[in-house]
């Protein structure tokens, strides 16, 4: 490989992930790097809600390619950072590590994050976010000591955890907000 500016890939999850190996298939042969702030190697989301939050021993079963995927392809995943600045006019990037990384080409896969609840943040005694695979194993080993668990949403997210729960034996209350989850708009008045 030559040494150009490789292709910047920010986010290290699904998206990330499919892009990369997709480069790869394409014949893309410069050099890939993706950086993501997680310390797990690229994974599925909708397993949290369900398999891995019942089972611990899921958490090697969704990963998004096999393990040594990255190595074998030469892409270099830089886990545990993210990226905290991007010069687009320099094709520079700045990692929260202070790292900086030139590109060629930058594309940005960050996915979503968990809405916040201004009264209940995070590190709320017995209140919990489930958006990565490490808020999974905590709520798991949280519902473990439960009788009953109070689940803020009832979208996908929500009701996959509140059938877990129930799985599991406990006490569930669903929490929506009117209009949340209606299938069809409100009717006017």
Same mark, same amino acid.
């Given at each position: 490989m030559s040494q150009q500016a490789p292709i910047l890939i920010v986010g290290a999850g699904q998206a990330g992930a499919m892009a990369a190996a997709e480069l790869r298939k394409l014949g893309h042969a410069e050099r890939i790097v993706m950086v993501g702030g997680e310390r797990h190697a690229p994974y599925e989301r909708p397993p949290l809600s369900k398999a891995?939050? @019942?089972d611990a021993s899921q958490q090697g079963q969704i990963g998004v390619h096999p393990p040594g995927f990255y190595a074998e392809r030469d892409i270099d995943l830089r886990l545990g950072t993210t990226v905290t600045a991007i010069a687009p006019s320099h094709s520079v990037a700045t990692c @929260? %590590? $202070?790292?900086? #990384? !030139?590109?060629?080409?930058? =594309? =940005?896969? /960050?996915g979503g994050s968990a809405? #916040?609840?201004? %009264?209940?943040?995070? $590190?709320t005694p017995n209140v919990h976010y489930l958006r990565t695979l490490d808020d999974a194993a905590r709520l798991r080993e949280a519902m473990q000591r439960a009788d009953e668990v109070l689940v803020i949403g009832g979208g996908f997210l929500g009701l996959? /955890? @509140?059938s877990t729960a129930v799985d599991l034996g406990l006490k569930v209350t669903v929490l929506e907000a009117p209009g949340g989850c209606s @299938?069809?708009?409100? !009717?006017?008045n």
């Open positions: 891995v939050l @019942a @929260a %590590d $202070g790292r900086e #990384i !030139r590109f060629s080409a930058c =594309l =940005l896969a /960050t809405r #916040i609840l201004p %009264d209940l943040p995070p $590190g996959e /955890t @509140a @299938a069809a708009p409100p !009717r006017p």
